[in-house]
């Protein structure tokens, strides 16, 4: 279904023992691609008929097995007027549900539900919003017996840098020798770090700040060694946070973020 509708409830309509007589008719999801903890929140709007308030279900659903990942119950809800109600891309659980296709279902207690618009979901975003390229990879050798420890990707200077994922800012800041401007990110709802350097200018967010999942975290430069190179984004990934255990090559993540950008 699309991501706007106005619709019948199908199975759900006829109040399937409530007395009520529920249809539901009709719905607006927005935006058709959603992130985890993004800047903008999934919305959904939704209007039904029934002879009398009801109590209803909203619950998200895989598209693929209709299985429920997120459930709220509204009570005395009113006939005839518009509902709303906002996902954070958080299960029951708290924890994070698998990329993909998803759906909103609405009905009352006991009904499979009304089909109320589909989405897609994902819970990281490619963080260079511009053109770009694939240069310098992970485990790249480097002077002194280093390695290089993240992926480079080219992009001319200037372009916007968003957020992976949201979370908090752990620290930002200089090197003249290596990254030149830098901001580090702790994922929300995950033990993953991402480091963003060789930024133009100083990030805009601060230490603690909290960002979402897409928002605007600097612009694409050629600080520190990148002085004498290129513009470009170096952009490391640490598992179990920064410095802590070793950075995983981050190029399998990003060409999948990629793909939906």
Same mark, same amino acid.
């Given at each position: 279904?699309?991501?706007?509708? #106005? *619709? ?16 539901? &008719? ?10 985890? !903890? ?27 097995? %209709? ?20 996902? !954070? ?9 698998? !990329? ?7 009905? =009352? ?15 990281? &975003? ?17 002077? %002194?017996?280093?390695?290089? @420890?993240?992926? !480079?990707?080219?992009? =001319? ?17 200089? #090197?003249?020798?290596?990254?030149? /401007? $830098?901001? *580090? ?8 770090? /991402?480091?963003?350097? /060789? *930024? ?6 601060? +230490? ?6 897409? @928002? ?11 002085? #004498? ?10 598992? &179990?946070?920064?410095?802590?255990? #070793? =950075? ?7 060409? +999948? $973020?990629?793909?939906?950008?």
């Amino acid at each position: 279904m699309a991501a706007s509708a #106005s *619709l019948a409830a199908g199975g759900a309509s006829g109040g399937g023992g409530t007395g009520a007589g529920f249809e539901l &008719r009709s719905a607006k999801v927005r935006p058709a691609l959603a992130f985890f !903890d993004g800047e903008r929140r999934l919305r959904l709007r939704y209007s039904f008929r029934a002879e009398r308030a009801l109590d209803l279900v909203v619950r998200v659903v895989r598209a693929g097995d %209709g299985r429920t990942v997120r459930r709220w119950v509204g009570h005395d809800l009113a006939p005839g007027r518009m509902h709303r109600r906002r996902w !954070d891309g958080r299960r029951g659980d708290r924890g994070v549900p698998a !990329d993909g296709s998803y759906e909103f279902r609405i009905g =009352p207690t006991g009904h499979r539900g009304a089909r109320a618009g589909r989405f897609e979901f994902h819970d990281h &975003r490619f963080p260079v919003a511009g053109r770009y390229s694939y240069g310098d990879r992970f485990g790249a050798p480097r002077s %002194g017996g280093r390695v290089h @420890e993240g992926q !480079d990707l080219p992009s =001319p200077c200037g372009t916007p840098l968003l957020a992976a994922r949201g979370g908090r800012v752990q620290a930002r800041g200089y #090197s003249e020798a290596l990254y030149g /401007h $830098w901001v *580090l990110i702790d994922g929300l709802a995950t033990r993953h770090d /991402h480091f963003y350097a /060789h *930024l133009e200018a100083p990030s805009g967010v601060g +230490d603690g700040d909290r960002v979402r999942t897409g @928002e605007r975290i600097g612009r694409v430069g050629k600080t520190g060694n990148a002085r #004498s190179e290129f513009c470009q984004l170096h952009f490391e990934l640490w598992p &179990r946070g920064y410095r802590n255990g #070793s =950075p995983r090559d981050p190029l399998a993540p990003l060409r +999948d $973020w990629a793909g939906f950008a």
